[in-house]
């Protein structure tokens, strides 16, 4: 069998080691748990001291005092606590994710429909045309909204040009439905795609029989389709939701300066003046929502149906 | 068809005939599928369009064809510079999240341990939080904490850690479906354990292996959020060099090479699909026949 004599011994050895089931377990664990132990458990625990320490404003050092402070900061602007740029920036992440979710999902089922439905060479074709932007760069896909918004955007200077309008419409400008647009833009293909892994295993043989029985198509819809591809549904929204609220790269472009979602306000803290501690206590209702939400989630699916994308 | 929900199917039926009432929802089922595609790919079309127009920044006027703006792309140094950058990254990132994600999707699949389902949720955590929470999470902790100012080895690790659930989902998903008493056979016929997982898993989870690896390095090379944070003066990343441009609005060089990058994953993405079952891996729904 083995080709390579001259290292028998060492091999010998490998093999004495890859027996033991103990050895086995450590080999194939341990690396990776190193990885999640020492670079996201550690720095997730290490953020969430942070949060509850002082941070030098001169010599950006971490004063090992607990406090308050950052999380105060959070809800002290001044005037009213809904009026402070946390509150405001964290309350529009959600309504703009929340907008996504449901405008993706509306969007994806019936297109996963039919897919699921219709194999064959135009599945192929169809396939390769969503998958191509999927895989195109985030950044690029972005940037291709920067272009069709705007006062003189695509959009706009098309519309003109056409005779259609005199003068561009301001819901073609930057602003908050050219985010929600770009983040549709951005996370559909995640929500098509664990939709139709769910439609997939669907058995169509039940809407036919339930059909035959009299049911009618919304019938069928409420009382088959849809629990039999909840896990599907909730996974897609999830992925969909969850980059959606802690978005900053479309936000940013296609807000140009007039919106602040949450994202945006931490990489702004961070980056302008390091105030590590205001955007650690942020970072905290951001993770602290999510998992909530995903709690929520997996009473209804396990993790490992949420696997698709 | 909300009309519907309160009466039965028959009355329905009646009232359009139940040929036209099938006929006139496939039918717009395939519209609002199509103009769906539309919506995803305009906004890459006008890019391509634009790449290769006198006129960079709008459709309209349009003033002519040129080459010029690819030009002024590939002739730029940082572009250059940076590009190698993110190759080296998502290559070096991508590989260390494969090797780990293929032993953990072992230790997942064969083997039962305490604090198993912890240890999944955990492998896949690091692909839904948050890019920027995790981006300043982990330059907090290697500046303040562990005195490592960011650079290359920074940046490297934590796509590596980005990368990882994405070989471990793909890399699992295989290994569930994968019939073990072929390996118990090999086994029985003298093989020792490195020669059975050569000859006999790795080229059945070889495929699912590649698939891990090109998303991790994918999810590596268009990352902007984490490389941000994590990245040193020295270090030089194609999403960075993209973002401050998109910022100052210089369309030229941007439009060429997002459309070149259009071309570049169009044709990876026809290569790969030719081969393997893409569209399995990216929807997880692999199964035994390919």
Redesign the interface.
């Known amino acids: 069998?083995?080709t390579d004599e001259p290292d028998e011994n060492r091999?010998a050895r490998?093999?004495r080691l890859?027996?033991g089931?103990r050895s086995?377990?450590g080999?194939?664990?341990?690396?990776?748990?190193a990885?999640?132990l020492t670079?996201?458990?550690?720095?997730?625990a290490?953020?969430v001291a942070?949060s509850f320490f002082e941070v030098s404003s001169l010599t950006?050092?971490?004063i090992y005092e607990p406090t308050l402070n950052n999380y105060r900061s959070l809800f002290d602007g001044g005037g009213a606590i809904w009026q402070t740029p946390f509150v405001t920036a964290l309350w529009l992440s959600y309504v703009i994710a929340t907008v996504t979710t449901v405008l993706c999902l509306a969007?994806?089922f019936?297109?996963a429909?039919?897919l699921a439905r219709n194999g064959g060479r135009l599945f192929?074709v169809?396939?390769?045309?969503?998958?191509?932007?999927?895989?195109?760069?985030?950044?690029?896909?972005?940037?291709?909204?920067?272009?069709?918004f705007g006062p003189?955007?695509?959009i706009n200077?098309?519309l003109?040009?056409w005779g259609l309008i005199d003068a561009p419409l301001g819901i073609f400008n930057y602003g908050v439905p050219a985010i929600i647009v770009g983040l549709t833009?951005a996370y559909?293909p995640y929500m098509l795609?664990?939709l139709?892994?769910s439609l997939?295993?669907l058995d169509f043989s039940i809407i036919e029989a339930a059909?035959d029985l009299?049911?009618?198509?919304?019938?069928v819809f409420r009382d088959h389709v849809i629990p039999l591809t909840l896990p599907g549904i909730i996974g897609g929204s999830?992925?969909v939701f969850?980059?959606s609220?802690?978005a900053?790269?479309t936000p940013t472009?296609l807000g140009q300066g007039k919106v602040q979602m949450i994202?945006m306000l931490?990489?702004n803290r961070?980056?302008g003046t390091y105030s590590?501690g205001y955007?650690?206590a942020a970072?905290m209702f951001?993770?602290v929502s999510?998992i909530g939400a995903?709690i929520l989630a997996f009473r209804y699916v396990s993790?490992?149906e949420?696997?698709?994308? | 068809m909300a009309t519907e929900s309160s009466e039965p199917a028959e009355s329905s039926d009646r009232l359009l005939g139940h040929q036209r009432v099938e006929q006139l929802l496939s039918t717009s089922l395939y519209v609002v599928s199509g103009l769906l595609l539309l919506f995803l790919w305009v906004p890459l079309a006008i890019i391509i369009l634009l790449a290769f127009a006198e006129n960079p920044v709008t459709i309209f006027p349009f003033e002519g064809f040129t080459l010029d703006n690819f030009r002024l792309a590939l002739d730029s140094e940082s572009m250059r510079s940076s590009l190698t950058g993110s190759f080296t990254i998502a290559t070096v990132a991508a590989s260390i999240a494969t090797v780990l994600g293929v032993l953990a999707s072992f230790a997942l699949t064969r083997y039962r341990f305490r604090l198993r389902e912890v240890y999944r949720t955990f492998g896949i955590i690091p692909m839904v939080i948050p890019g920027i929470i995790l981006g300043v999470a982990l330059r907090i902790y290697f500046q303040n904490l562990l005195g490592i100012l960011p650079g290359f080895t920074t940046v490297v690790l934590a796509h590596s850690l980005y990368g990882l659930p994405f070989v471990l989902l793909i890399v699992s998903a295989r290994l569930y479906t994968f019939d073990e008493s072929l390996e118990e056979a090999a086994r029985d016929l003298g093989a020792d354990p490195i020669t059975v997982f050569r000859d006999v898993t790795l080229p059945v989870i070889a495929p699912a292996v590649g698939a891990g690896f090109l998303f991790a390095w994918i999810r590596s090379f268009e990352d902007y959020i984490r490389a941000l944070f994590l990245t040193g003066p020295n270090t030089d990343v194609l999403t960075i060099w993209m973002f401050s441009r998109i910022r100052q609005l210089d369309a030229p060089e941007l439009n060429a090479v997002s459309a070149l990058i259009v071309f570049g994953v169009a044709i990876a993405l026809a290569i790969a699909m030719n081969v393997g079952n893409v569209t399995g891996y990216v929807a997880g729904t692999v199964t035994e026949e390919e």
């Open positions: 069998m083995s091999r490998a093999v890859l027996s089931p086995r377990l080999i194939t664990v341990g690396p990776s748990a990885w999640i670079l996201l458990v550690a720095p997730l290490f953020m942070v950006y050092q971490i969007l994806a019936p297109l429909y039919l192929k169809v396939i390769f045309f969503v998958l191509l932007p999927f895989f195109t760069m985030y950044l690029v896909r972005a940037y291709s909204w920067v272009l069709m003189g955007g695509v200077s098309t003109m040009s833009h559909f795609l664990t139709y892994a997939d295993g059909r009299g049911a009618s198509r919304v019938e999830l992925f969850v980059p609220v802690g900053f790269i472009f994202g931490i990489e961070v980056a590590i955007a650690s970072s951001v993770l999510i995903m993790i490992e949420l696997g698709g994308a």
